[in-house]
C-alpha cells in the first residue's frame, strides 16, 4: 500500500483530484487530526465504500469557541499521516488556515434551532463554524460520501442537515463510536485527562446506559430517565456535568416523554476538559 | 433550435444534466423568470460561454421581505419558456416552492456585512434568502458558470462572495444592465408601473448619472455627491428615494470619500413598485 499523498493547498488537492477522476467513489473523512481509534473506523468504513479516499486534516479556528481550547487542541500530523498510511488513505489535505480562510469569512452557515440545545447552546458558534467548514470541503473535494462519527452526534444530525438543506449530492454516513474497555468513548481530547481524571472519565456513559437501562424497561418520562442518569456521576470536585438531555434524533429538540428513539446526550466537564458521549435509545415494544 | 427541456423537480434536472455530462461546459442562469430583455442578455451570453445552458425559473419565497410582493411578483411562465426557446436554452427548472424546499429550510447562508447597507439594510433577510437559493441552485445544477445582472449589483458582490467563501468551483459572471431608451433600469418589477409612475422611474437612473458626472469631474465628497444626485429625484407624491449611497464595489461599505472605483446605488419608490439601480463610477485619471 503506498502512502498517502499529502498536500496543503485546495489547488493541489484539486489537481490530485482531478488525475484521479472517473476511477471510482470518492469518500471524504474530515477531520482536525489526532486521529485515534475512532478515527481510523471512519477510515476503513470509507475505505470498503470508496476507491478514492481523502482525509482532511484541519484544526478549524471557525469552531472553537474558547482560545485555549483551540491552542491546545493536539496536533500530530506526522503520526496522523502514517495512520492514514495504514488504512489506505489515498490523499491527506492538511491545510494551513490562511488557505482556508485567506479572508474574513464573511458568508457562514446559521443552522437554526439544530443548534439550540445540546453542545449548541453552550458553544454560541461552534455548530455555525463546523457547518461553514463542512460546506468548504464539500465543494473543495466534492466527495460521494462524507464520514462522520456518531460519538459528535449533534454534529452528525447537523451536517445531515446541511446536505439535505442544500441539496449536496453527498452521502453523509454516521459511524458507531468506538470506546475504551471501561466505555469511555475514543477522543482526540481524552489525551489531556490526568490519572484521576482518567478513572472517573467513563462515568458519563454510565450515566448513558442508565438512561438506556429505564427506557428499555419501559420508563417515558424524560425528567426521571435524567435524574436517574446524573445519579451515576460521582460527586467528585473533579466532574462537573454540563448537560444531559433527552432529545429526538433529528432535530436534537429535548422531549418530556419518550414515544419512540431517542438520543441521550451529555457533556461532563472533567477537571478541565470537556468531554461528551451520546446513546441511541429505542423503547421496547408495545411500552410506548 | 430545439425547444428546452422543462422539468420540474431536481431528480429530473440532475438526469438531464447526467444524460449531457461530459459534452462541454454548463451554465446557469438563475431567475425568478418574467424574463425580459435583461434576463435575454444573460443567456446569450450563457449560450456564448457554455455548450449546456440552464435557466430556473422560481419565485424564491425565501428572499421576500414583504408578503404583498411575493404575492404579486408576475409569473409568466409559458412566455418564458419561449424566450429560453429563442435563445438556445437547454434546459429549463422551473421548480414548485415545495420542491425546493421540502421542510423548513433549517440550514441558511448568513451573509454577514455584505447585506449591512443598500438594500440589505432595508430588506431584512432578503440575501440570507438569495444567497441560501442561490446555494441550493449551484449544488443542484453544478454549473461551471453562473450569470447575474449587473442591476443587482449588492446580489452580485454577496454572490461572487459567496462562491469565494464556499470555495465553490463556478465562474460567477456579472452581465451588464439593460435598459430602456429613458434610462429605465429593465426589471420584472416594471410591469406595475402605472403611466405617471412609469414616466417618472427614470428619475433613479438620472440621479446616478449625475454622481457619476461629479465623481468623473473629480469631486470626492460622497455627501456632496449624494446631495447632488438627490437633487435629481423630482419632489412628487409617487416617488420616495429610500437610499442612494456610495459605497466600495466588494464589499459593499460606504465611503465618505472617492478614492477609487466606487459604485453608487439606489433604491427608489414609485408609487408601490420599489426599483433598484446602481452605477460603477472610476474617478478621472490623477483626479484621486
Same mark, same amino acid.
Given at each position: 500500500? #503506498? /502512502?498517502?499523498?499529502?498536500?496543503?493547498?485546495?489547488? *493541489?488537492?484539486?489537481?490530485?483530484?482531478?488525475?484521479?477522476?472517473? %476511477?471510482?467513489?470518492?469518500?471524504?473523512?474530515?477531520?482536525?487530526?489526532? $486521529?485515534?481509534?475512532?478515527?481510523?473506523?471512519?477510515?476503513?468504513?470509507?475505505?470498503?465504500?470508496?476507491?478514492?479516499?481523502?482525509? #482532511?486534516?484541519?484544526?478549524?479556528?471557525?469552531?472553537?469557541?474558547?482560545?485555549?481550547?483551540?491552542?491546545?487542541?493536539?496536533?500530530?500530523?506526522?503520526? &496522523?499521516?502514517?495512520?492514514?498510511?495504514?488504512? !489506505?488513505?489515498?490523499?491527506?489535505?492538511?491545510?494551513?488556515?490562511?488557505?482556508?480562510?485567506?479572508?474574513?469569512?464573511?458568508?457562514?452557515?446559521?443552522?437554526?434551532?439544530?443548534?439550540?440545545?445540546? @453542545? !449548541?447552546?453552550?458553544?454560541?458558534?461552534?455548530? +455555525?463554524?463546523?457547518? %461553514?467548514?463542512?460546506?468548504?470541503?464539500?465543494?473543495?473535494?466534492?466527495?460521494?460520501?462524507?464520514?462522520?462519527?456518531?460519538?459528535?452526534?449533534?454534529?452528525?444530525?447537523?451536517?445531515?442537515?446541511?446536505?439535505?438543506?442544500?441539496?449536496? /449530492?453527498?452521502?453523509?454516513?454516521?459511524?458507531?463510536?468506538?470506546?475504551?474497555?471501561?466505555?469511555?468513548?475514543? #477522543?482526540?481530547?481524552?489525551?489531556?485527562?490526568?490519572?484521576?481524571?482518567?478513572?472517573?472519565?467513563?462515568?458519563?456513559?454510565?450515566?448513558?446506559? *442508565?438512561?438506556?437501562?429505564?427506557?428499555?424497561?419501559?420508563?417515558?418520562?424524560?425528567?426521571?430517565?435524567? +435524574?436517574?442518569?446524573? #445519579?451515576?456521576?460521582?460527586?467528585?470536585?473533579?466532574?462537573?456535568?454540563?448537560?444531559?438531555?433527552?432529545?429526538?434524533? &433529528? *432535530?436534537?429538540?429535548?422531549?418530556?416523554?419518550?414515544?419512540?428513539?431517542?438520543?441521550?446526550? !451529555?457533556?461532563?466537564?472533567?477537571?478541565? %476538559?470537556? $468531554?461528551?458521549?451520546?446513546?441511541? @435509545?429505542?423503547?421496547?415494544?408495545?411500552?410506548?
Amino acid at each position: 500500500m #503506498s /502512502p498517502p499523498v499529502v498536500v496543503d493547498t485546495i489547488q *493541489e488537492l484539486r489537481e490530485q483530484l482531478k488525475a484521479r477522476a472517473g %476511477t471510482g467513489r470518492v469518500g471524504l473523512v474530515p477531520t482536525m487530526g489526532a $486521529l485515534h481509534a475512532g478515527h481510523e473506523r471512519l477510515l476503513d468504513r470509507a475505505a470498503a465504500g470508496c476507491s478514492i479516499v481523502a482525509v #482532511s486534516i484541519f484544526v478549524n479556528p471557525l469552531q472553537f469557541d474558547r482560545e485555549a481550547d483551540l491552542r491546545q487542541y493536539p496536533r500530530t500530523l506526522e503520526a &496522523d499521516v502514517a495512520t492514514c498510511a495504514r488504512h !489506505g488513505v489515498d490523499l491527506v489535505f492538511a491545510p494551513a488556515p490562511r488557505e482556508m480562510y485567506p479572508r474574513e469569512q464573511a458568508c457562514t452557515i446559521e443552522v437554526g434551532r439544530l443548534a439550540d440545545h445540546l @453542545c !449548541g447552546r453552550f458553544r454560541p458558534g461552534h455548530f +455555525q463554524g463546523v457547518a %461553514t467548514v463542512v460546506m468548504k470541503l464539500l465543494q473543495i473535494v466534492r466527495p460521494d460520501a462524507a464520514y462522520f462519527g456518531e460519538k459528535d452526534a449533534q454534529q452528525l444530525a447537523i451536517v445531515r442537515r446541511l446536505a439535505a438543506d442544500f441539496n449536496v /449530492p453527498v452521502e453523509i454516513v454516521g459511524v458507531p463510536t468506538v470506546r475504551e474497555p471501561d466505555g469511555l468513548a475514543l #477522543s482526540s481530547r481524552n489525551v489531556h485527562l490526568r490519572g484521576a481524571e482518567r478513572a472517573l472519565a467513563p462515568a458519563l456513559y454510565a450515566a448513558l446506559l *442508565e438512561a438506556r437501562r429505564l427506557i428499555e424497561a419501559g420508563v417515558i418520562e424524560a425528567a426521571v430517565i435524567r +435524574q436517574a442518569a446524573e #445519579s451515576r456521576i460521582p460527586v467528585d470536585d473533579l466532574l462537573r456535568l454540563e448537560y444531559l438531555e433527552v432529545v429526538e434524533p &433529528d *432535530e436534537m429538540q429535548p422531549v418530556a416523554q419518550v414515544r419512540g428513539t431517542v438520543l441521550v446526550a !451529555g457533556a461532563l466537564w472533567v477537571g478541565a %476538559t470537556r $468531554l461528551i458521549d451520546n446513546i441511541l @435509545c429505542r423503547p421496547l415494544e408495545g411500552k410506548v
